[in-house]
């Protein structure tokens, strides 16, 4: 297919693919339970169990569970408060290390 052809194509999958929204985020607007538990908690369940740390998933675990009991608004600022408090290992803050980092606020 020629160049407007492939642009078309991506244009149209862009559009749907905007409206997708994941199970947990429909259930955490809808009020009900999330799956948190049965994805990131076990996760972090194993981890404990063999002596190893995921902080990351931990916090991700809390925050989801914080916005389901409507203690947090999910959101842009929120997902960048968790990858900030999340940047540090072994007292090295990895974005100045050179490890990737979410782009900052417009």
Not at 5 to 22: E, F, K, P
Not at 48 to 75: C, I, S, Y
């Amino acid at each position: 297919p020629g160049v407007l052809t492939r642009h078309a194509m991506l244009l149209v999958v862009g559009s749907q693919i905007r409206n997708l929204r994941s199970s947990m985020l429909r259930s955490l607007e809808a009020g009900k339970p999330p799956a948190i538990d049965h994805l990131n908690g076990e996760i972090v369940r194993a981890a404990a169990r063999h002596g190893v740390a995921v902080p990351v998933n931990a916090k991700a675990t809390d925050l989801v569970h914080a916005a389901a009991r409507g203690d947090v608004q999910l959101g842009i600022d929120t997902l960048r408060s968790l990858h900030r408090s999340t940047r540090t290992v072994d007292g090295v803050d990895q974005d100045a290390a050179g490890s990737s980092a979410l782009p900052s606020a417009p």
